[in-house]
């Protein structure tokens, strides 16, 4: 039987479209016989017609997405559109280096470590990118015996 007209009508008065109409196949005669629009919204009164729920987009596999990268995950050569220092800047680099660096320079003036020509000598240096990390800079100072007296080490707990 052909139930077009029915399934028009009925999405045209549940304004969906034609594909989201249900038509409950128990009711197949029932359906058949209504004719007008009065018959369809009785049947959609009566449950017998009704709308099919949207097709949404599931957000369960974003989110394990989403999760992997925040774990550091999907970083790949395949996943990077940029290049190396569009993603990672040289000056947000430099930035991350120098800072730690003329912090530590600062305290070990303030505490007396080194005079603040030794200062003044290292801030030259660090500017001129001659260190690399903290790390380097007290090597460097060590070797050179820059230091007044040796800095008490800070206990890692």
């Known amino acids: 039987m052909d139930l077009s007209n029915q399934r028009r009508m009925a999405s045209e008065i549940l304004k969906c479209g034609r594909n989201r109409v249900y038509l409950n196949p128990n009711n197949l005669e029932d359906i058949a016989e209504a004719v ?32 992997q990268k925040e774990a550091g995950k999907r970083k790949g050569p395949g996943s990077r559109k940029g290049t190396k220092y569009a993603r990672f800047p040289k000056k947000r680099r430099w930035i991350q280096t120098i800072r730690p660096i003329r912090r530590t320079l600062r305290e070990l003036r303030k505490e007396g470590n080194i005079s603040s020509e030794t200062y003044r000598y290292y801030y030259r240096h660090a500017s001129g990118g001659v260190f690399r990390s ?24």
Not at 44 to 64: H, P
């Open 36 to 67: 007008t629009r009065g018959d369809v919204r009785r049947l959609i009164k009566e449950g017998i017609i009704r709308s099919r729920q949207v097709r949404g987009i599931s957000t369960g596999r974003k989110n394990a997405r989403m999760k």
């Open 134 to 157: 903290i790390g380097h800079l007290r090597s460097h100072m060590e070797t050179e015996k820059a230091f007044i007296k040796l800095p008490e080490k800070k206990e890692v707990k």
